[in-house]
């Protein structure tokens, strides 16, 4: 999977974990920041989990929040946990 | 007079199949088996009124349509062997339901009474379902829909998703309808995915977690008990139960949690740490934390009994408020991440580090019961005044005593009210005193309405 394709699928899953509470759009609008965008603590857990169960990488939930931050931070915290870009 | 009856409900053609139990099924079988005698009181309990009254007929068509959505309410466990247990979903067969017939006003004592007898004894999990039912008819329509569950078909989360179907069903909708728009993980779905390789790597990891923070943790967290002396003399002392129910925690919570951008649960937990580090004379608090396993969203439309207890440890949990909550939300992450296990593996590897005097002391639960699409403010007013103009509206009240409970120093249950947030404390009067456990509650609340006043300036 090219770096690109992972920050695909890291949003796909970012949204499906908001579960209806934010869209594509939304995300779009917001520069990709999750924060700003008001992403819940239950949506960081679902996420979370998707990412070890679709992507295979295992995320520390205690990492400084601000890998948590945007789309962009999520892509490159997996990258730096164990998935290479070219994987 | 009252009338006895019986009549079933008969389901056919259902899903069915056998496979191991999951690990929440595992963990509750455990439990209400080693209770014995006593197993009842872990049964839940439904005395619903129906209005209006509805033919007993449709009560028992949607009651079968409950059956064909949820596998969990019949579902049979046998042991297999010593380490195994399986989950037999039967696809076919009667449930007995039990009808009592009286005048109208007599329906509320007749349903308490059936509920007693329903609720009352133990299940048999290897031959009948975990599911009891009862109607209370009168003149010739059921008034009261009365239902029994063993904790190994249900948690608490999922005894309000069967109430929500159930409500369902009996305004038209389908078994089926509902869980193509919602699916919701059936237990042996739920089986084959924790006995999958990632299954067995997350159950790995998570006792592995487990045994870390423990072998962290403190030893002991109360430094100085109240009167140690008790659980000497009297090991059949009486456990208070005191309820704190605050409109002014239920505001300063959600505007805290704002501020700081947690949730309110993290406020609430990081409040109970910072308050028992600073009570009890340890820094370092541990906290066994019910969590409820739902962040999927099938999962979190499952009925089955999935919640577990996570280990939260926090370290100098005693220094700073603002502090204790930020980091309860990064360490509920990882602790909520670690919540899904084989119970009965766990508890050997925790016996192994008692014995060795290598174990925290993790006499010191947290339950956050609440369901965050039912709010406080949900069905009241929010109220315009400051959370501190709203302290004079607290109460605390003394409802209960309990048994004894093993390895329980204090137990904190949060709850949802309308128009207020609720803390339910129980402990051990040989560590804490009455007067200590109106410290505890009176401190977290103190602590959150003023971190949001300081804040809101309010």
């Known amino acids: ?87 | 007079m009252t009338t006895v009856e019986e009549r079933t409900i008969t389901l056919e053609s259902a899903r069915a199949g056998t496979g191991p139990a999951t690990w929440g099924q595992r963990a509750i079988w455990g439990v209400v088996t080693r209770l014995g005698d006593d197993a009842p009181r872990y049964n839940l309990r439904l005395d619903l009124p129906l209005n209006p009254p509805r033919p007993a007929a449709r009560v028992l068509a949607d009651l079968t349509e409950l059956l064909r959505m949820h596998d969990s309410l019949h579902t049979r466990l046998l042991p297999d062997g010593a380490d195994g247990l399986e989950q037999v979903v039967d696809g076919a067969g009667e449930l007995p339901m039990a009808v009592r017939t009286c005048q109208v006003e007599q329906a509320p004592a007749v349903g308490a009474a059936l509920m007693e007898e329903l609720a009352g004894r133990s299940f048999d999990h290897a031959r009948e379902w975990p599911f009891r039912v009862g109607l209370v008819e009168c003149e010739n329509q059921v008034h009261r829909l009365v239902l029994a569950a063993s904790h190994t078909a249900m948690d608490l989360w999922g005894e309000g998703r069967m109430l929500r179907d159930l409500e369902l069903i009996s305004a038209g909708e389908t078994a089926e309808a509902l869980l193509k728009a919602r699916p919701a993980l059936q237990p042996l779905e739920a089986a084959a995915h924790q006995t999958s390789a990632l299954g067995r790597r997350k159950d790995a990891g998570a006792r592995r977690y487990w045994c870390e923070r423990l072998a962290a943790g403190p030893r002991r967290i109360f430094r100085n008990p109240a009167a140690p002396e008790l659980a000497e003399t009297e090991p059949g002392r009486l456990f208070p139960n005191a309820l704190l129910r605050s409109p002014a925690l239920a505001v300063a919570a959600e505007r805290v949690a704002t501020e700081l951008g947690v949730s309110d649960a993290a406020v609430l937990l990081g409040a109970a740490s910072h308050q028992l580090a600073r009570m009890s004379g340890s820094s370092d608090v541990l906290f066994q934390v019910v969590v409820s396993n739902r962040f999927q969203p099938a999962a979190a439309e499952s009925v089955s009994t999935m919640a577990q207890e996570a280990v939260f440890l926090l370290t100098d949990a005693d220094k700073d408020f603002e502090e204790a909550v930020r980091r309860t939300r990064s360490v509920s992450f990882s602790a909520f991440r670690h919540a899904g296990y084989d119970k009965w593996a766990l508890d050997r590897e925790v016996a192994r580090l008692v014995e060795r005097g290598e174990a925290a002391d993790h006499s010191c639960w947290w339950n956050d019961t609440r369901d965050p699409s039912d709010g406080p403010f949900d069905t009241v007013e929010h109220p315009s005044a400051p959370p501190r103009e709203l302290l004079d509206q607290t109460e605390l009240t003394w409802p209960t005593e309990f048994l004894p409970r093993a390895n329980v120093s204090i137990a904190v249950d949060a709850l949802t009210a309308p128009g207020a947030l609720e803390l339910a404390m129980t402990a051990d009067p040989a560590v804490i005193s009455r007067e200590g456990m109106e410290r505890f509650l009176r401190g977290v609340e103190e602590l959150v309405v003023a971190k949001a006043t300081a804040r809101g300036e309010g």
């Open chain 1, 1 to 87: 999977m090219d770096s690109s394709a992972l920050r695909t699928k890291i949003l796909d899953l970012a949204i499906a974990a908001g579960d209806g509470s934010v869209t594509a759009d939304e995300l779009a609008g917001a520069n990709y920041s999750l924060r700003d965008v008001g992403y819940s603590s239950l949506s960081y857990m679902r996420l979370i989990d998707s990412i070890e169960n679709e992507v295979g990488v295992y995320l520390d939930p205690e990492a400084p929040t601000e890998h948590y931050e945007t789309i962009d931070s999520v892509t490159a915290l997996v990258v730096a946990s164990g998935i290479g870009a070219d994987a």
